[in-house]
Protein backbone atom coordinates (compact mmCIF):
# COMPACT_ATOMS: atom_id res chain seq x y z
CA UNK A 1 0.00 0.00 0.00
CA UNK A 2 2.88 2.18 -0.18
CA UNK A 3 3.15 2.96 -3.47
CA UNK A 4 -0.72 3.87 -3.30
CA UNK A 5 -0.20 5.95 -0.16
CA UNK A 6 2.35 7.80 -2.10
CA UNK A 7 0.54 8.05 -5.18
CA UNK A 8 -2.50 9.45 -3.39
CA UNK A 9 -0.61 12.00 -1.52
CA UNK A 10 1.05 13.27 -4.75
CA UNK A 11 -2.10 13.23 -6.33
CA UNK A 12 -4.41 15.20 -3.71
CA UNK A 13 -1.68 17.56 -3.03
CA UNK A 14 -1.13 19.22 -6.79
CA UNK A 15 -5.39 18.37 -6.58
CA UNK A 16 -6.76 20.46 -4.06
CA UNK A 17 -9.63 20.47 -2.93
CA UNK A 18 -10.84 17.46 -4.15
CA UNK A 19 -13.72 14.61 -3.96
CA UNK A 20 -13.26 11.39 -3.27
CA UNK A 21 -14.23 10.07 -6.61
CA UNK A 22 -12.46 13.08 -7.90
CA UNK A 23 -8.42 11.97 -6.73
CA UNK A 24 -10.07 8.06 -7.53
CA UNK A 25 -10.03 9.09 -11.15
CA UNK A 26 -6.75 11.13 -10.69
CA UNK A 27 -4.97 8.37 -9.68
CA UNK A 28 -7.08 5.86 -12.39
CA UNK A 29 -5.38 8.15 -15.14
CA UNK A 30 -2.41 8.00 -13.69
CA UNK A 31 -2.23 4.19 -13.72
CA UNK A 32 -2.38 3.69 -9.60
CA UNK A 33 -5.46 2.14 -9.58
CA UNK A 34 -7.67 -0.13 -11.48
CA UNK A 35 -11.15 1.60 -12.73
CA UNK A 36 -13.64 -0.74 -10.70
CA UNK A 37 -15.72 -0.01 -7.94
CA UNK A 38 -12.78 -2.10 -5.29
CA UNK A 39 -10.32 0.42 -6.47
CA UNK A 40 -12.91 3.02 -5.29
CA UNK A 41 -13.61 1.63 -2.32
CA UNK A 42 -9.56 1.29 -1.92
CA UNK A 43 -8.96 5.02 -2.62
CA UNK A 44 -11.80 5.73 -0.27
CA UNK A 45 -10.29 3.78 2.89
CA UNK A 46 -6.91 5.35 2.11
CA UNK A 47 -7.77 8.64 2.37
CA UNK A 48 -9.41 8.11 5.44
CA UNK A 49 -6.46 6.76 7.21
CA UNK A 50 -4.08 9.12 5.62
CA UNK A 51 -5.75 11.85 7.40
CA UNK A 52 -5.95 10.54 10.09
CA UNK A 53 -2.65 9.57 10.25
CA UNK A 54 -2.05 13.43 9.55
CA UNK A 55 -0.27 12.82 6.03
CA UNK A 56 -3.28 14.31 3.79
CA UNK A 57 -4.75 17.85 5.50
CA UNK A 58 -8.56 17.27 6.01
CA UNK A 59 -9.58 20.32 4.13
CA UNK A 60 -8.19 19.69 1.15
CA UNK A 61 -11.01 16.64 0.65
CA UNK A 62 -14.41 17.87 0.11
CA UNK A 63 -17.93 16.73 0.45
CA UNK A 64 -20.81 19.08 -0.86
CA UNK A 65 -23.41 16.58 -0.01
CA UNK A 66 -23.28 16.80 3.57
CA UNK A 67 -23.40 20.07 5.63
CA UNK A 68 -23.39 22.01 9.05
CA UNK A 69 -26.07 24.48 9.49
CA UNK A 70 -24.47 26.21 12.66
CA UNK A 71 -26.82 29.99 13.63
CA UNK A 72 -24.93 33.17 13.68
CA UNK A 73 -24.90 34.34 17.02
CA UNK A 74 -22.30 37.13 18.69
CA UNK A 75 -20.86 38.06 21.99
CA UNK A 76 -21.85 41.41 22.00
CA UNK A 77 -22.58 44.34 19.19
CA UNK A 78 -18.25 44.73 18.39
CA UNK A 79 -18.28 41.29 17.81
CA UNK A 80 -21.21 41.82 15.56
CA UNK A 81 -19.68 44.55 13.77
CA UNK A 82 -15.92 42.90 13.51
CA UNK A 83 -17.87 40.03 11.57
CA UNK A 84 -19.16 42.29 9.43
CA UNK A 85 -16.01 44.37 8.44
CA UNK A 86 -14.45 40.32 7.83
CA UNK A 87 -17.20 39.17 5.71
CA UNK A 88 -17.80 42.29 4.07
CA UNK A 89 -18.05 42.39 -0.13
CA UNK A 90 -18.59 44.79 -2.92
CA UNK A 91 -20.58 43.90 -5.52
CA UNK A 92 -18.33 43.16 -8.66
CA UNK A 93 -21.41 42.87 -11.08
CA UNK A 94 -23.75 45.86 -10.21
CA UNK A 95 -22.44 47.78 -13.20
CA UNK A 96 -21.83 45.10 -15.45
CA UNK A 97 -24.29 44.68 -18.66
CA UNK A 98 -24.09 40.71 -17.69
CA UNK A 99 -24.68 37.90 -14.97
CA UNK A 100 -23.38 35.05 -14.83
CA UNK A 101 -24.84 31.96 -12.77
CA UNK A 102 -22.71 28.23 -12.93
CA UNK A 103 -24.59 25.39 -12.36
CA UNK A 104 -23.07 21.54 -11.32
CA UNK A 105 -24.53 18.32 -11.53
CA UNK A 106 -23.54 17.14 -8.28
CA UNK A 107 -22.85 18.24 -4.61
CA UNK A 108 -19.62 16.71 -4.59
CA UNK A 109 -18.66 19.58 -6.51
CA UNK A 110 -19.60 22.15 -4.56
CA UNK A 111 -16.44 22.16 -2.75
CA UNK A 112 -14.42 21.97 -6.14
CA UNK A 113 -16.05 24.78 -7.35
CA UNK A 114 -16.88 27.84 -5.01
CA UNK A 115 -13.56 28.82 -4.11
CA UNK A 116 -13.87 30.24 -7.94
CA UNK A 117 -17.38 31.66 -7.93
CA UNK A 118 -16.72 32.91 -4.27
CA UNK A 119 -14.01 34.93 -5.54
CA UNK A 120 -15.80 35.88 -8.24
CA UNK A 121 -18.66 36.79 -6.78
CA UNK A 122 -21.05 34.52 -8.68
CA UNK A 123 -24.16 32.41 -8.08
CA UNK A 124 -23.52 28.72 -8.14
CA UNK A 125 -26.26 26.28 -8.43
CA UNK A 126 -26.39 22.24 -7.67
CA UNK A 127 -29.05 21.05 -9.95
CA UNK A 128 -28.37 17.24 -8.35
CA UNK A 129 -29.04 15.32 -11.76
CA UNK A 130 -32.57 16.01 -13.01
CA UNK A 131 -33.45 19.46 -10.98
CA UNK A 132 -37.17 19.52 -9.55
CA UNK A 133 -39.46 22.15 -10.73
CA UNK A 134 -39.33 24.00 -7.31
CA UNK A 135 -35.29 24.46 -7.68
CA UNK A 136 -36.16 25.00 -11.74
CA UNK A 137 -38.59 28.22 -10.81
CA UNK A 138 -36.44 29.11 -8.15
CA UNK A 139 -33.35 29.20 -10.47
CA UNK A 140 -35.48 30.83 -13.11
CA UNK A 141 -36.77 34.00 -10.84
CA UNK A 142 -32.58 34.19 -10.21
CA UNK A 143 -32.34 34.86 -13.61
CA UNK A 144 -34.99 37.17 -14.18
CA UNK A 145 -34.06 39.23 -11.10
CA UNK A 146 -30.73 39.97 -13.07
CA UNK A 147 -32.70 40.20 -16.41
CA UNK A 148 -35.36 43.50 -14.50
CA UNK A 149 -31.75 45.17 -13.98
CA UNK A 150 -30.77 45.01 -18.09
CA UNK A 151 -28.95 42.37 -17.92
CA UNK A 152 -27.69 38.94 -20.24
CA UNK A 153 -27.71 36.37 -18.22
CA UNK A 154 -24.80 33.44 -18.76
CA UNK A 155 -25.89 30.18 -17.16
CA UNK A 156 -22.91 27.34 -17.57
CA UNK A 157 -23.11 23.91 -16.57
CA UNK A 158 -20.64 21.29 -15.63
CA UNK A 159 -21.86 17.55 -15.75
CA UNK A 160 -21.63 14.23 -16.48
CA UNK A 161 -21.16 13.17 -19.70
CA UNK A 162 -23.75 10.29 -20.39
CA UNK A 163 -27.42 10.03 -21.48
CA UNK A 164 -28.92 11.08 -18.11
CA UNK A 165 -26.39 13.73 -17.60
CA UNK A 166 -26.91 15.51 -21.25
CA UNK A 167 -30.54 15.08 -21.21
CA UNK A 168 -30.89 17.07 -17.43
CA UNK A 169 -28.81 19.66 -19.13
CA UNK A 170 -31.61 19.79 -21.73
CA UNK A 171 -34.12 18.94 -19.53
CA UNK A 172 -33.20 22.59 -16.98
CA UNK A 173 -33.02 24.38 -20.27
CA UNK A 174 -36.35 24.21 -20.75
CA UNK A 175 -37.90 24.57 -17.58
CA UNK A 176 -35.51 28.04 -17.17
CA UNK A 177 -36.69 29.43 -20.72
CA UNK A 178 -40.23 28.27 -19.96
CA UNK A 179 -40.41 30.17 -16.33
CA UNK A 180 -38.52 33.38 -17.99
CA UNK A 181 -39.98 33.81 -21.80
CA UNK A 182 -38.88 37.12 -21.73
CA UNK A 183 -35.54 37.09 -19.96
CA UNK A 184 -31.99 37.34 -22.16
CA UNK A 185 -30.59 33.63 -20.99
CA UNK A 186 -27.44 32.10 -23.16
CA UNK A 187 -26.74 28.59 -22.05
CA UNK A 188 -23.36 26.99 -22.08
CA UNK A 189 -22.21 23.51 -21.21
CA UNK A 190 -18.58 24.08 -19.87
CA UNK A 191 -17.89 20.55 -19.08
CA UNK A 192 -17.89 17.19 -19.95
CA UNK A 193 -17.56 16.87 -23.97
CA UNK A 194 -15.82 14.71 -26.34
CA UNK A 195 -13.20 17.14 -27.02
CA UNK A 196 -12.01 17.04 -23.20
CA UNK A 197 -12.83 13.28 -22.91
CA UNK A 198 -10.13 13.17 -25.79
CA UNK A 199 -7.66 16.14 -24.68
CA UNK A 200 -7.24 14.47 -21.34
CA UNK A 201 -7.69 10.71 -22.03
CA UNK A 202 -10.39 10.63 -19.49
CA UNK A 203 -11.02 7.58 -18.24
CA UNK A 204 -14.51 6.12 -19.64
CA UNK A 205 -17.23 3.51 -18.51
CA UNK A 206 -19.75 1.52 -20.98
CA UNK A 207 -23.04 3.73 -21.56
CA UNK A 208 -25.45 1.72 -19.17
CA UNK A 209 -27.90 0.30 -21.89
CA UNK A 210 -30.52 0.12 -19.39
CA UNK A 211 -30.63 4.08 -19.35
CA UNK A 212 -33.93 4.59 -21.73
CA UNK A 213 -31.69 7.31 -23.30
CA UNK A 214 -28.94 5.06 -24.10
CA UNK A 215 -30.42 4.39 -27.28
CA UNK A 216 -30.00 8.35 -28.51
CA UNK A 217 -26.62 8.24 -27.33
CA UNK A 218 -23.40 7.88 -28.76
CA UNK A 219 -19.99 6.87 -26.66
CA UNK A 220 -19.05 6.04 -23.56
CA UNK A 221 -20.09 7.58 -20.40
CA UNK A 222 -17.44 9.68 -18.27
CA UNK A 223 -18.34 11.74 -14.78
CA UNK A 224 -17.31 15.32 -14.38
CA UNK A 225 -15.47 14.04 -11.42
CA UNK A 226 -12.79 12.60 -14.28
CA UNK A 227 -11.60 16.02 -14.97
CA UNK A 228 -9.01 17.14 -12.43
CA UNK A 229 -10.29 20.30 -9.88
CA UNK A 230 -7.90 22.72 -11.61
CA UNK A 231 -9.00 21.98 -15.04
CA UNK A 232 -12.74 22.43 -14.03
CA UNK A 233 -11.57 25.28 -11.93
CA UNK A 234 -9.95 26.68 -14.36
CA UNK A 235 -12.89 26.63 -17.16
CA UNK A 236 -15.36 28.55 -14.38
CA UNK A 237 -12.75 31.33 -14.11
CA UNK A 238 -12.28 31.68 -17.69
CA UNK A 239 -16.09 31.55 -18.52
CA UNK A 240 -16.64 34.05 -15.78
CA UNK A 241 -13.84 36.57 -16.84
CA UNK A 242 -15.25 36.71 -20.54
CA UNK A 243 -17.94 38.90 -18.65
CA UNK A 244 -16.17 41.09 -16.55
CA UNK A 245 -14.81 44.45 -17.80
CA UNK A 246 -11.24 44.06 -15.88
CA UNK A 247 -10.67 48.08 -15.04
CA UNK A 248 -14.19 47.86 -13.85
CA UNK A 249 -13.46 45.39 -11.62
CA UNK A 250 -9.79 47.08 -10.45
CA UNK A 251 -11.73 50.44 -9.46
CA UNK A 252 -14.62 47.86 -7.53
CA UNK A 253 -11.80 46.17 -5.67
CA UNK A 254 -9.93 49.38 -5.08
CA UNK A 255 -13.20 50.76 -3.17
CA UNK A 256 -13.64 47.53 -1.21
CA UNK A 257 -10.45 47.55 0.13
CA UNK A 258 -11.15 51.67 1.32
CA UNK A 259 -14.56 50.52 2.54
CA UNK A 260 -13.01 47.27 4.72
CA UNK A 261 -10.24 49.88 5.97
CA UNK A 262 -13.57 52.08 7.34
CA UNK A 263 -15.27 49.26 8.47
CA UNK A 264 -12.73 47.43 10.30
CA UNK A 265 -11.36 51.06 12.01
CA UNK A 266 -15.57 51.23 13.34
CA UNK A 267 -15.04 47.78 15.02
CA UNK A 268 -12.24 48.78 16.35
CA UNK A 269 -13.94 51.68 18.58
CA UNK A 270 -16.35 50.08 19.04
CA UNK A 271 -14.93 47.54 20.55
CA UNK A 272 -12.98 49.30 22.62
CA UNK A 273 -15.67 51.41 24.06
CA UNK A 274 -17.24 47.68 25.48
CA UNK A 275 -13.88 47.33 26.82
CA UNK A 276 -13.74 50.37 28.94
Known amino acids: MAALDEAIIDA ?15 LVSMGAIEKTEAGYKTVSRRL ?7 LVPYEWITD ?36 VIVCIEKDAL ?3 ISPVTD ?26 AHARRGKTIFLYQLGDHDPSGVDAWRDIRRKVTAFTPDSAIEFSRLAVNTEQIESFALPTRPTK ?68
Not at 12 to 20: A, I, R
Request: aromatic fraction near 6%; glycine fraction near 8%; avoid cysteine.
Open 48 to 54: VLLRQAG
Open 119 to 144: GYDVELATLRGYSSETFAHSLARSAA
Open 64 to 99: GTRLIRTPRTFSGPGAALRHAADSYRRSIWQDEDSA
Open 209 to 276: TTDSRSASFVGESVEVDALPPTILRGLVERAILRHLDRDRLDRVLRQERDDLRKLRELADDWEAGEQS
Open 12 to 26: VSSENPVTVRGAYYR
Open 110 to 112: TGV
